[in-house]
């Protein structure tokens, strides 16, 4: 080793000077020129002869002009076989380290065997099998791609033919909308591999997803409340397409930016929300006014039912109460007819009397009608009754008070009967009735 580094030492001043190891002191050289750079060839035939020593050559003196070989000796056969090998390890050690190479974070290394795919190695230092056995790609899956559609970098900056398109209701709305992607972990040979361009792929799945669900969408769930779901829908349906056709890619974001109609229709579109938003305020103010209006009338229709229920429950027991009562009047006057038929009467008269403020009394002595004031009467009975007076305190009011004839308006006392020891009495002819 130390004889490989004497031989070959680039401070060596013998270079280009016909010293073929720097062990002799070089030539004398022709004045003039002792002072100048070395020649090119005179370099490049020392770099030889160095080279020929190495593998048992020996340089016969110090300037070795073309044509003069005179002290040059072959190589012996294990010099050479040893030279061929040592350049052979290096040549085969130089080619294995070509196979060493670092992964990044956020990447993986699809390595080839012969152009086929052979395995993914991970963030790193790995090792490979040399060029032209093996080689590798690195393919960055944690980078956040994203692109647009209908639109390039500004909202008024607008791509029509991706922006337009069709819904169900036969109208047209300008959509605009992001997509944001990455690769899965195991998607990089699919990403490589099973599509030729698959951001490009990306790109037309996401425009056929979003033209297949506003197709299937009315103009006004597309511009208002159906937002989110179309959103929703559209990542759902281009994940599945893109697994389909194993493009290795993650749909992270769908995001709509901008719906409205064309810029061609626009007032008239903006004339028709005016006219749904009225709609809408007397569809509301309506719907206020029934549930206003329907449960008060619900009330009063509770109410009437209530006080029906009320009245037929009232005269139901009051029928169930006399027919009660009538057996078992029935019952006492099966057991005794004539005392029951005077209780009777006497009870039906008072009830009567009780009700009435005139009475019509017929007399034996004369057929004319006395008009009695019984209201009178009672109110001073009460009176009486009131003052704790004796009973015959209110008879001799009673025969004090006078009785106005209804036919000639003067009073005319009433008539007693000699039997009677209350004045209150009243003659009545039974035989008449």
Not at 32 to 49: I, S, T
Not at 125 to 146: A, C, D, K
């Amino acid at each position: 080793m130390p004889r490989i580094i004497k031989l070959f030492n680039l401070n060596d001043p013998g270079w280009g000077r016909g010293n073929n190891n720097g062990s002799e002191p070089p030539p004398k050289r022709p004045q003039g020129n002792g002072d100048g750079p070395p020649d090119l060839d005179e370099v490049w035939r020392d770099f030889n002869n160095r080279i020929g020593s190495l593998f048992g050559r020996k340089g016969g003196g110090g300037n070795n002009r073309p044509g003069n070989r005179g002290g040059m000796t072959p190589p012996s056969p294990r010099g050479a076989r040893i030279g061929l090998g040592v350049v052979a390890l290096v040549a085969v050690g130089i080619w294995l380290a070509s196979g060493f190479y670092i992964v990044q974070e956020g990447q993986v290394a699809v390595v080839t065997q012969f152009g086929k795919y052979k395995s993914t190695s991970q963030a790193g230092f790995q090792w490979r099998m040399p060029y032209p056995i093996q080689g590798h790609e690195m393919v960055n899956v944690s980078q956040l791609r994203t692109f647009e559609v209908g639109f390039r970098g500004g909202a008024r900056n607008k791509v029509l033919p991706e922006a337009l398109m069709l819904t169900t209701d036969e109208n047209i709305v300008d959509m605009q909308f992001v997509v944001q992607y990455r690769l899965r972990a195991d998607g990089a040979p699919d990403y490589l591999f099973m599509t030729r361009d698959p951001d490009e792929s990306v790109r037309q799945a996401s425009e056929t997803a979003m033209r297949e669900i506003v197709g299937k969408q009315s103009m006004d769930f597309v511009l208002y409340e159906g937002r989110t779901a179309v959103a929703s829908q559209v990542q759902t349906l281009m994940q599945q397409i893109l697994d389909r056709y194993q493009t290795g890619v993650q749909i992270s974001t769908v995001a709509i930016q901008n719906v409205q109609p064309p810029e061609q229709v626009q007032a008239a579109f903006d004339d028709a929300v005016k006219a749904g938003q009225d709609r809408e305020r007397q569809i509301n103010e309506g719907q206020a006014y029934a549930n206003q209006v329907v449960p008060l009338a619900s009330g009063q229709a509770s109410r009437m039912l209530e006080q029906a229920e009320g009245y037929k429950a009232k005269v139901v027991g009051d029928a169930q109460g006399n027919t009660s009562r009538f057996t078992s009047i029935l019952g006492e006057y099966e057991k005794a007819p004539a005392v029951m038929r005077q209780r009777m009467y006497l009870d039906s008269m008072q009830e009567i009397f009780t009700r009435a403020s005139k009475v019509m009394v017929d007399t034996k002595s004369n057929n004319n009608m006395l008009y009695l004031p019984l209201d009178k009467i009672m109110h001073l009975a009460a009176q009486d009754a009131s003052k704790s007076s004796a009973g015959s305190a209110g008879s001799s009011g009673l025969s004090s008070q006078p009785v106005q004839s209804p036919l000639r308006g003067s009073a005319a006392p009433v008539p007693q009967s000699s039997g009677s020891s209350n004045s209150n009495t009243l003659p009545r002819d039974r035989t008449s009735r």
